[in-house]
């Protein structure tokens, strides 16, 4: 057996028990009927915003897809790519592992398209690239204009270090961007070989990446409660941070990593209604998604059957 394939699942999953076990800790004192009440207490056109979050975060996700097609200059259908796109994420944000997840499922999608292997690896390497960009622009902006964001999650109060971290994220940024401009040698990465983007691919990654991140934190800052609510930006600041975590810790769909870095971060909230925001979240962001994923494999799969016998 290959050890190496045991790696991140059993990291994952250590991931989901480590949070869990804190999970309960935060929720000590918190009751279901408080959280049903909290759910209860979320307005109509909140539900409404939140849904349509959902469905702006899932146009964008599709659009990374999209770039990186036009960045290997290949054309395939812009139905099916959508499509394609929309079920990778669906799936790899509930399995968890989203590079390797999302690797195996394009590489069968994608295949049937004359798609290589090698050209596979590329799509979902500026896929990955994409998602980076858009944690490091977002980060580094919302840490300039909130720098005691980081006090929300640790004893640090020197708004310099904030100032300082969102500065440095920004300078990733453009040196990213002035690396395009350059037009650099391609890279080399064992068998497969990465060409720089070129700047209107650039211009598409800083732009598509962003709305997704923009919508998905959206979808908790509508669903939380109002009262006692930071505002959009800190609501979006804590979801960068909580949301990045859980990407790391490989745990399936963030489970108990997720709601733990964001109870922390808005511990001054309604602990109840945060509980029912991210309820909302997981509702909208990922089991929804995730129903209507499956319900795409099993009609892709039947035409793919048909086509071939």
Same mark, same amino acid.
């Given at each position: 057996m290959n050890l190496r394939r045991l790696l991140w699942p059993t990291v994952g999953l250590a991931? @989901? @028990?480590? %949070?869990?076990? !804190? /999970?309960? $800790?935060e929720l000590r004192g918190i009751s279901l009927d408080d959280v049903w009440d909290g759910l209860a207490a979320i307005a109509i056109h909140r539900w409404v915003l939140a849904g349509m979050s959902a469905l702006v975060a899932y146009a964008a996700l599709a659009g990374y897809d999209h770039i990186a097609l036009l960045h290997l200059r290949k054309r395939v259908s812009w139905l099916f790519v959508t499509l394609c796109s929309f079920t990778t994420y669906a799936l790899s944000h509930n399995i968890g592992g989203s590079i390797f997840s999302g690797a195996v499922v394009r590489y069968r999608a994608y295949s049937t398209r004359g798609l290589s292997g090698q050209e596979v690896g590329v799509l979902v390497a500026v896929c990955s690239v994409t998602f980076v960009l858009s944690i490091l622009l977002l980060s580094g902006i919302v840490l300039l204009l909130e720098p005691s964001l980081f006090e929300r999650f640790s004893n640090i109060g020197y708004a310099g270090f904030s100032t300082g971290a969102g500065i440095a994220m920004l300078s990733m940024i453009?040196?990213? @961007?002035? $690396? %395009?401009?350059?037009?650099?040698?391609?890279?080399?990465? $064992?068998?497969?070989? !990465?060409?720089?983007?070129? /700047?209107?691919?650039v211009a598409r990654q800083l732009l598509i990446g962003p709305i997704e991140l923009l919508a998905a934190a959206a979808i908790l800052f509508f669903a939380l409660p109002v009262e006692n609510n930071p505002g959009y930006l800190v609501v979006l600041g804590v979801f960068l941070v909580s949301f990045s975590v859980a990407q790391i810790s490989h745990a399936p769909g963030g489970l108990g990593v997720l709601e733990v870095v964001f109870l922390a971060g808005l511990s001054h909230m309604d602990q109840a209604g945060v509980v029912a925001a991210l309820l909302v979240f997981r509702l909208f962001y990922l089991i929804a998604p995730l129903i209507i994923a499956l319900g795409l494999v099993v009609i892709f799969e039947r035409s793919e059957f048909h086509r071939q016998t």
């Open positions: 991931a @989901v @028990v480590l %949070s869990i076990r !804190l /999970l309960f $800790g453009a040196a990213y @961007v002035f $690396g %395009s401009w350059l037009n650099l040698r391609p890279i080399r990465i $064992g068998a497969i070989q !990465l060409h720089y983007p070129r /700047l209107p691919i």
